[in-house]
């Protein structure tokens, strides 16, 4: 998940609350970060959702397999 500066506070605060979320990592760029997270399955629908919500679509959401 990567999101600027201004989203950053929001979103890391949100996805490190929610029990079925790991955050492993964060590293920083010019424009902001990307924060590394492990998701299950069902529920990367519902985790892309709320990060493109609570970023009004800003946030860059990649999944690996």
């Known amino acids: ?3 600027g500066f201004r989203d950053l506070a929001v979103v ?3 996805l490190g609350a929610l029990a079925v979320i790991r955050v492993s990592g964060q590293a920083f ?4 970060a990307v ?3 492990a998701v299950p399955t069902q529920e990367v629908d519902n985790v892309t ?3 493109t ?3 009004s679509g800003r946030a860059v ?4 397999e």
Not at 61 to 64: A, F, H, K, M, Y
């Open 1 to 3: 998940v990567a999101c």
């Open 12 to 14: 890391g605060g949100r």
């Open 35 to 37: 924060l590394s997270v």
């Open 29 to 32: 760029t010019a424009s902001g």
């Open 61 to 64: 959401i990649e999944w690996d």
């Open 53 to 55: 919500d609570l970023t």
């Open 49 to 51: 959702r709320l990060v």
